[in-house]
């Protein structure tokens, strides 16, 4: 067959107008036909091709693919479809094959764009998977029903199970059973409604751990607005979720509370008001968050604010600190107070946190406690006065008549009642002192003679101990003489009374530049270091197993202290445990 007489036949004139190349091959494979689009496709005109086998046309194509593929369809005798790369023309082909029995009619087209198309688009799909592997969250992509068609590696890094491969079991593989009837309807609801999807639930590890994670999803839409897929990510907020859980049981450990606690940061503005706060102060937590702390705090106390915040910045704790507070309505209210800083996770502190205890009734208590012994020992002061008085009476009187049995027991009772009137007197300055009413005069003293005098009188009543001023001088100060001989008295009497296994007391007075010192040393049963810091307060007496050998209330140090710190100076121990104790008093010289 000729070439130009098919051409001008008709039907071989219409496949030149077609998009696609078309050869047509006889047994031999020699080419009968190509028409125009073939023409171009291997850039070789018709006269080159009719005639020749293809094999000696393009020797390249004859150990490939595209030719086994020939030789099947003929051998075959079935139509065949074919994708070959041309690597000469760099292009790819597309090629249907149908045999006849004349030989082969081969359809191809180009189809490289479509390939570099599709190229690019698994390129793309492998960049995403990869980015998706290295997402801090399981993450994946459900088709529109909600199959999951693709998931990155975390998902079976954590459950060791595919929700491929699990498609219609995984959620009862993997979800806790008491999440899961509410994951799936949260999910079809979802599904059904094309909303954005959010739950928090617990997934199994694949040891069998449970841990909560946040899953998302959202659709993604065409430009109809029909959905797609299902874009979804699952984060573990398991550690989150345990911090949640702890913070909700101190939210109720606060709120709770019959302390009041309130916090607030370092400048003083308050940030937190339990209910407790509310019913103390009388302020609703919307009225005091926000304000400064000032806002009950008496005026006069406003310095005591600045002091805590500068303990609080050194990290001090702050504990049962007894103060006062100012309520809504203008009343006081004494509170004991315990405040701690508050630190970032960095350490830094940023805040405080105060727990406020109403202690009015306990002050109350101790109030009404004051007053009684206030007016117990004034009750019985009257008659120990007058039995002191007729006592002494007695004693004159038998001394003088040359008594002798009576006169030792008349002396022994006067002793007894003077230590009765020490102790109603101790009790007497002590209810003073709590209610501020312990009174001095303001004299000139010189503590020296002062020093010589107390000796004189308690050394003919210590027949077992020497009392010996090793060192004095001269020491003027201005205060009060009593009280001070007072202070004195004690010192030496506790000096003699701690000391039974000793015989002396050593006593001095020095003086510095503004200063005099006055040092009582023991050589006695010493202060244990944990008692030491608390015996100068009321009531406080040391070891228990002294109580009995050593008789006493726990009240001279106490006022002793207190008169020394009226006096502007200082009361301090030095003292170790079976070797004796050195108490040290230090007083400004009058100027
Ligand atoms: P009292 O002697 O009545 O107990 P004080 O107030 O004088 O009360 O003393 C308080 C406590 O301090 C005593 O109970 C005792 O434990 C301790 N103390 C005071 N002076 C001495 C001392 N010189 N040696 C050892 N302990 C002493």
Redesign the pocket.
Known sequence: MQQAEHNTFYPLVLLDTIGEAVFVIDTQWRYTYVNKKAEELVGRPCEELLGSTIWELFPETVATIFSAEMHRAVQQNTPTRIETYYPPLQKWFESRIYPSAAGLVVLSQDITGRKQAEEALQRSEKLLRALADTAPSIMWIADPDGTIIFHNKQWIEYTGISPKENANDWPELVLHPDDLDRYMQAWQQALKEGSDYEIEVRYKRHDGVYRWFSTRAKPVRDTSGRITAWFGSTTDIHERMLLEVERGKYAALISSSDDAIVSKTLDGTITGWNHAAERMFGYAAEEAIGQHITLIIPPELHQEEEDIIRKLRQGIRIRHYETVRVRKDGTRVDVSLSISPIKDSAGKIIGAAKIARDITERIELERRKDEFISMASHELKTPITTLKGFTGMLLRKFERQGMQEEVPMLTRMDAQINRLTKLID?LLDVSKVQAGRLDYEEEPVDLAALLQETVEILQPTSPTHTLIVRETTHAMIMGDKDRLGQVLT??I???I???PQANQVDLSITTSNKTVTLR?R?Y????PKA?QK???DRF????VS??KA???????????HEIVKRHGGEIT?E?EEGK??T?VVSLPLKK
């Open positions: 101790e004690n010192l009497s506790n000096a009374k701690y000391s009582v023991d006695g049963v010493g202060i008692h608390h015996i100068f406080y007496r040391g070891r002294h109580s050593f008789p006493g209330l726990g009240m001279g140090l106490y006022i002793a121990v003292s004796g104790s108490f």
